[in-house]
């Protein structure tokens, strides 16, 4: 019988292992569905172990795991294999090799800690019935995200699993500890690209033009009424125009065009349709107002990632019965966004947080930076917890 004392031993056991994985990866950093150097040293590293792995979605690699004890659970466990257009500053012998690529937010931490929970699964399976799927998905920090394009071909089919858990880095935690949120965990996310057509002309003879600077201002202002005024406040929401840029204009010159792009984020789906229908009116009829045109394109980005209550309330005991109580802890809703999403739609679903700061030092690293490293024993933390629940869940009745 798998015990947490088997499983965590099991887990440092590899963790030199592990730690080699991890660090081929962060040397060898692939964009977003360009990950081919990477699902096939994924492809090889499973070979070696003894495991059949098939490609999906070009890049995504999914392996079948499937336990020989009397048992018909399935439970789908996921990494993300892509990284990030960023130039790593680091001295680290393992930094990145590639020029302006770096995985800056962890997903050579979860690739390398997925690919040693199969190895572990793997030479357990007399101990537990059931079947894992393991998916390294590809592309998601690329909209339309790797999620989505597996779903459609079809990676919760064949066998259709009962839950679907992940894993992220988290720098704010030291290694060692884990943090969970129940319902609503991180924000849906949809672009905005806005086009304003005004007319251009002398910047001393304002009359005989149409300010497109002026109209895009108004059109910001307006926006936020959306959030303070229309949505309840109870729910958050974010609305945020980062980028303005006009095509022309100088001291004395009225441009004739401005462009803008923004995000809109929120934890609530019928908010989110409410609230692209607000932005659309209100721009349109604040342009309109004022004598401009405009032209507006919302992408719908990924969606609201909700957490299981059940589930997720199971994954905190188990990770109490793993780790011990002080290891184990609550987290705040986050307006950050993750394709993982995609999955927690249509399924429950645990998206879970992995302590990596060194000790006494969170917060140092943190992701989407060109400094962010780890404390590689996160890594057997990592390993052994998400073994741990995908048999406990296996264990359940």
């Keep these: 019988m798998l015990s947490p004392e088997k499983i965590t031993g099991m887990s ?20 977003s569905f360009q990950e081919h150097q990477t699902a096939a040293f994924i492809e090889n590293t499973l070979r070696a172990y003894g495991l059949e792995p098939a490609r999906m979605a070009n890049t995504g690699v999914i392996v079948l795991i499937e336990g020989q004890k009397p048992g018909g659970k399935v439970v789908a466990l996921r990494a993300d294999t892509d990284a990030l257009p960023i130039q790593e500053i680091s001295s680290e012998h393992y930094r990145s090799r590639n020029p302006g690529v770096m995985h800056a937010c962890g997903h050579d931490v979860h690739t390398a800690s997925l690919i040693t929970v199969a190895r572990i699964l793997h030479e357990t399976r007399p101990a537990w019935g059931g079947k894992v799927k393991i998916i390294f998905q590809p592309g998601e920090e690329k909209f339309p995200g790797g999620a989505s394009l597996l779903i459609g071909e079809g990676v919760l089919q ?18 060692g500890k884990l943090g969970f949120r129940q319902g609503p965990f991180m924000a849906s996310a949809d672009e905005i690209y806005i086009t304003v057509h005004g007319k251009s ?12 600077i002026l109209i895009a201002s108004h059109i910001v202002v307006a926006l936020q009424q959306i959030v303070s005024r229309n949505n309840n406040p109870l729910t958050p929401s ?17 441009p004739g065009e401005v462009k803008m792009e923004g995000t809109f984020r929120t934890f609530d789906e019928a908010w989110r349709k ?11 009829g604040t342009a309109q107002a004022m004598g401009g045109q405009v032209e507006i394109d919302i992408k719908d980005g990924y969606p609201v990632l909700l957490n299981d209550p059940k589930l997720t309330h199971r994954m905190q005991q188990w990770a109490i019965q793993l780790l011990g109580p002080e290891q184990v802890v609550d987290l705040p809703m986050r307006t950050t966004a993750e394709d993982f999403a995609y999955y927690s739609q249509l399924m429950p679903a645990c998206f879970y947080r992995l302590g990596t700061a060194h000790p006494g030092r969170p917060g140092e690293k943190r992701v989407h930076t060109p400094d962010f490293d780890i404390d ?14 995908a048999v406990s869940w296996l264990k359940t009745a």
């Excluded at 003879?205 to 497109?212: A, E, G, N, Q, V």
């Excluded at 974010?238 to 009225?254: D, E, R």
């Design 158 to 175: 064949n066998p259709v699993p009962e839950i679907i858990l992940a894993q992220h880095v988290f720098p704010e935690l030291e290694a």
């Design 376 to 389: 590689e024993e996160a890594l057997a933390t990592g390993v052994a917890f998400m073994a741990w629940a």
């Design 238 to 254: 974010v609305l945020t125009i980062g980028k303005i840029q006009s095509t022309g204009g100088a001291t004395n010159i009225i």
């Design 201 to 212: 002309g002398h910047g001393a003879i304002p009359h005989s033009t149409r300010d497109p």
């Design 12 to 31: 440092k056991q590899y963790l030199p292992e592990t730690i080699r994985l991890r660090r081929y990866l962060h040397e060898h950093p692939e964009l």
């Design 274 to 284: 409410e609230a692209k229908s607000l932005i659309r009116k209100i721009t349109e």
